[in-house]
T-cell receptor, first 116, second 109 residues
Framework: GAVVSQHPSWVICKSGTSVKIECRSL??????MFWYRQFPKQSLMLMAT?????????EQGVEKDKFLINHASLTLSTLTVTSAHPEDSSFYIC????????????FGDGTRLSIL | GQNIDQPTEMTATEGAIVQINCTYQ??????LFWYQQHAGEAPTFLSY??LDGLEEKGRFSSFLSRSKGYSYLLLKELQMKDSASYLC??????????WGAGTKLIIKP
């Protein structure tokens, strides 16, 4: 149980392109979803927290207009990196959790984004 | 401020036992997680502790002492596939999850 699917796994695209990443909870209802970014050999950095039907809460320093998050249903959240540039290249990982805050986050497999 | 400390890197031998420590100073405490993360992959959930004591799950056990702000992850009968980073994360009083930087565990034959 507690399977989270993230798609796509790899994206390589030109600078200026917008990239959409999907995160789905397959066998449970994810009231809350999280988006992380991780650079090589560094720790997870939380970008934003989204609750179904509400606007996402962004961490300090994360541009809301650059990283658009939509959590339209209890099983789907999307992250769109708008007008991506080479410095946006990173490993993006989503996680999902039920409504109870003491429940573990279950992670998708991550999306490796490379902007040329 | 909130802080979670873990060793950066540890080395152990296949078949042996290793203990990875985690100390935390957070604004409140509502539980502690251990995750495993293989290189280039997303983290996977290992354990959750909210009460003092030891939680055993197969070869892996996790211990918590709330009064000391301390936890450890114990891995027994180490296998090569256990080479990974192990992340400690604490839920604070606002139910925010505070992540440690992780401990890279290297298993040698």
């Amino acid at each position: 149980g507690a399977v989270v699917s993230q798609h796509p796994s790899w994206v390589i695209c030109k600078s200026g392109t917008s990239v959409k990443i999907e995160c789905r909870s397959l066998d449970f209802q994810a009231t809350t979803m999280f988006w992380y970014r991780q650079f090589p050999k560094q720790s997870l950095m939380l970008m934003a927290t989204s609750n179904e039907g509400s606007k996402a809460t962004y961490e300090q320093g994360v541009e809301k207009d650059k990283f658009l998050i939509n959590h339209a249903s209890l099983t789907l959240s999307t992250l769109t990196v708008t007008s991506a540039h080479p410095e946006d290249s990173s490993f993006y990982i989503c996680s999902a959790r039920t409504g109870q805050e003491n429940q573990p986050q279950h992670f998708g497999d991550g999306t490796r984004l490379s902007i040329l | 401020g909130q802080n979670i400390d873990q060793p950066t890197e540890m080395t152990a031998t296949e078949g042996a036992i290793v203990q990875i420590n985690c100390t935390y100073q957070t604004s409140g405490f509502n539980g502690l997680f251990w995750y495993q993360q293989h290189a280039g992959e997303a983290p996977t959930f290992l354990s959750y502790n909210v009460l003092d004591g030891l939680e055993e799950k197969g070869r892996f056990s996790s211990f918590l002492s709330r009064s000391k702000g301390y936890s450890y992850l114990l891995l027994k009968e180490l296998q090569m596939k256990d080479s990974a980073s192990y992340l400690c994360a604490v839920i604070d009083s606002n139910y925010q999850l505070i992540w440690g930087a992780g401990t890279k565990l290297i298993i040698k034959p």
